[in-house]
């Protein structure tokens, strides 16, 4: 039962996690992280990965995306815990567009993990995979721009 509980848990934070992007929740979205998190977005934007603390992150993305809409889709989520730490796949769709109607879609698969941190479920990593993206890639601050040949 235990077990079952937590991945209930897991599912709501992820799916928590999700919602604080669209809604631009950005005080919500820092309680869903441990204090520092790995994060390798490398395949959207071009960076390499890094461990961050949760300001940091909540603060990069709400810089990344403030000029735009999202629409954050999870799926298929695969859950393995072991003890206080999980492991999980989860397919996402992230709809982007800004104010000029200009849209990036981004196919993806999500690799997480979490910790259990005073009874609370909290992400430790974040690995997104990308399967493909539509659109223009121009919108996303956060994609580094390549230089112009």
């Not at 981004?106 to 990593?125: D, P």
Request: glycine share 4%; net charge negative; charged share 20%.
């Amino acid at each position: 039962m235990d077990k079952l509980v937590d991945t209930l848990s897991l599912q709501k934070l992820f799916n928590q996690f999700a919602n604080c992007f669209d809604l631009k929740a950005w005080d919500e979205l820092e309680t869903c992280l441990a204090p520092s998190i790995y994060t390798d977005y490398s395949d959207l934007r071009g960076t390499p990965p890094e461990v961050m603390s949760n300001v940091r992150f909540v603060e990069s993305r709400r810089t990344a995306l403030q000029a735009l809409t999202t629409h954050h889709l999870l799926g298929n989520h695969q859950i393995d815990i072991d003890g206080e730490h999980a492991h999980a796949r989860v397919s996402a769709v992230i709809y982007r567009k800004n104010t000029e109607d200009s849209v990036l879609n981004t196919h993806c698969i999500y690799l997480f993990e979490a910790q259990k941190i005073n009874s609370h479920w909290k992400k430790t990593a974040i690995t997104q995979k990308v399967l493909w993206s539509d659109g223009n890639a121009s919108i996303h601050a956060g994609i580094v721009k390549s230089p112009a040949s």
